[in-house]
């Protein structure tokens, strides 16, 4: 036994892992005691002896700390992103060695002290998220130097003092994992419930309100399972883990679980945790059609593309951060509300914003053309450019951009929304909105993710010609004007007693 303890504080010293007296008992009750006796069904047949499998006193590969196996030549895929400043070399160090045995070249059985090898009952399957293989392109970038990322501010400052340190602030595999430690699960060096581990190094800007940190939701078991490699409950407690994934991501690029972008949101947000539905209102008639891919496009949305000029795609993130976003009540425009809180924009005037400071500004990235020719979006409405719509240049225009012009607005206020006056604001989403939103008194999600109506409208808006008035045909104008005053000609009056005006207007059957 004394033996036994002094090879594993070696190998804890060499690959800078603290050795206390609980890791030194730990690593028996773990999946990595790899002996005849460990608790896994990945085991040996018959060898007795636990840290034979890494280390040995003689004979070992001798540029890694007594290690018991041979490191063979192998090309490995790095990861990479367009977000990430660093260059990730071919791993080396303590990273090497935990490959040995994780990227499946070298059967687990094969040490360099045993003759023949050691027979065990079977290898680690492709199939396990323990099996890293040589692909690491959506695995967590490991054997560089934190340095090389720096300056950055969604990185802390500094090398985190309290995670094993090498030389020059390399990062690698031992800095989150200790190989002879389960305390926390899956060999890690600290809790990373609430993502305690992750936000050692990552300082997103806008987590400490965001509802992905502060969420108490529970998944309500229909569905897929929003956190099948976790054993926390809430989306609190999972933190980053909601939508990443460190290991055989599935979303190379950021590490995200899922390669379709949508589908990240979608393990909530379809009716399993979040309060709404979002993908029952994505599957209306009317919707953004989150998915889009344009021909010869990626269909992702990338943090480092330039706001001006999106284009083909339409993904959850172009409108949502989900590292910032949160819920909040009701707002008044142009105030940005919570879920839109740290998007990116384009102005009025067709400069880029990295932060967006009014909700039209979101909205302009793909609505408005910089170059008509190639449109991002099919119109429903055929228009140049839909800046030009809301310019406060104009003579008359909705008060998206700007307070309107007009203050004698006799038809405001209507009975549905009696604060509205001719100095009020709106939002893109006053009009288009879902049709069950909070707003009309439904119970669904605010916002223009889906409607019945044409083109995501909050109310039905008829404009086919021919249609005969009523306040049901136009609900979406009557919610802020008052039909009373709009069929009394009030706002737009008849001339010389001849047929006009509003009622005029309506009454001919005009959309």
């Not at 050795?19 to 002996?35: C, E, P, Q, R, Y």
Request: aromatic share 6%; glycine share 10%.
């Amino acid at each position: 036994m004394r033996h036994l303890r002094i090879a594993i504080v070696v190998g804890l010293a060499a690959l800078g892992v603290p050795a206390g007296a609980g890791a030194v008992v730990d690593i028996f009750s773990t999946k990595h005691n790899l002996s005849v006796s460990g608790p896994g069904d990945i085991k040996a047949l018959s060898e007795t002896r636990v840290c034979v499998f890494c280390h040995t006193p003689h004979n070992a590969t001798p540029q890694t700390p007594l290690w018991n196996r041979e490191l063979k030549p192998v090309n490995y895929v790095t990861y990479s992103s367009s977000t990430l400043t660093a260059t990730i070399p071919q791993p080396t160090g303590p990273t090497r060695l935990c490959l040995s045995c994780h990227d499946g070249t070298v059967a687990l059985g094969q040490v360099l002290s045993v003759p023949g090898g050691i027979a065990m009952t079977m290898e680690l399957p492709n199939t396990r998220t323990t099996f890293i293989g040589t692909n690491l392109a959506n695995d967590h970038p490991v054997s560089f130097s934190y340095q090389d990322s720096l300056p950055n501010n969604e990185l802390a400052p500094a090398f985190p003092a309290d995670l094993a340190r090498y030389a020059n602030d390399f990062i690698h595999c031992t800095t989150c994992h200790d190989p002879h430690d389960n305390t926390y699960g899956k060999f890690l060096v600290a809790d990373n419930r609430y993502s305690g581990l992750c936000v050692r190094c990552h300082r997103k800007q806008g987590w400490t309100l965001a509802s992905h940190r502060t969420a108490t939701a529970t998944w309500n078991n229909s569905g897929v399972d929003p956190w099948p490699h976790t054993p926390w409950t809430t989306v609190a407690e999972n933190g980053c883990e909601n939508c990443h994934a460190p290991h055989n991501a599935g979303g190379p690029e950021r590490l995200l679980n899922f390669l379709r972008e949508e589908d990240n949101c979608y393990t909530c947000h379809a009716g399993t945790v979040a309060t709404k539905n979002i993908l029952a209102e994505i599957s209306k008639m009317s919707s953004h059609p989150v998915g889009m891919v344009s021909a010869g496009q990626s269909g992702a949305h990338d943090p480092a593309e330039s706001p001006v000029g999106v284009s083909g795609h339409v993904e959850c993130v172009d409108c949502h951060n989900p590292h910032a976003a949160f819920a909040t009540a009701n707002t008044t425009p142009p105030q940005l509300p919570g879920p839109l809180t740290l998007v990116s924009g384009e102005d009025q005037f067709g400069g880029g914003v990295a932060v967006a400071n009014f909700e039209y500004e979101i909205c302009l990235k793909c609505h408005a053309e910089t170059n008509p020719a190639t449109p991002v979006v099919t119109r429903y409405i055929a228009e140049p450019d839909i800046r030009r719509e809301f310019d406060p240049l104009n003579p008359s225009f909705h008060p998206v951009v700007a307070t309107g012009k007009n203050l004698d607005m006799p038809s405001l206020p209507s009975v549905e929304e009696p604060t509205l006056s001719a100095t009020s604001r709106l939002y893109c989403s006053s009009c288009h909105d879902a049709d069950d939103s909070p707003a009309v008194g439904g119970a669904g999600a605010r916002g223009p993710h889906g409607s019945i109506y044409t083109p995501i409208l909050r109310q039905r808006y008829d404009t086919a010609d021919g249609n005969v008035e009523s306040y049901a045909a136009y609900a979406l104008c009557y919610r802020c004007h008052d039909r009373n005053s709009i069929l009394a000609n009030v706002s737009f009056q008849q001339r010389g007693g001849r047929r006009g005006g509003h009622s005029g207007h309506l009454g001919g059957g005009m959309g």
